[in-house]
């Protein structure tokens, strides 16, 4: 089976899907100014929009990464997702502190979800 691939740049893809699987790169906040949960939200709003363009949605991950630059933000961090995620269907899910590529951005999530039937 081919893999699909969207906004396929020099270093990355946004989106490869494969197998009725998709799997987006990590996401996060382009508005660097904001505080944890700013950045949290806005992450999610790509990945809500990268989701709906592969054929899928919040309610069908599969697995969720969440690095966050310090775990000082873990309970902001938490307040946004507790907010967005589909209850009844919340993914396996880990969250690490981990030192990000760019020092301004205070949260970075990677999903992996099913397409809808």
Known sequence: MAVIRHHVGPRLSEIAIHNGT??????????TDQDITGQTREVLGHVDRLLEEANSDKSHLLSVQIYISDLVHFDGMNAVWDSWVAQGSTPPRATVEAKLANPACLVEIVVVAAQRS
């Open 22 to 31: 998709v799997y987006l790169a990590g996401q996060i906040a382009e508005d």
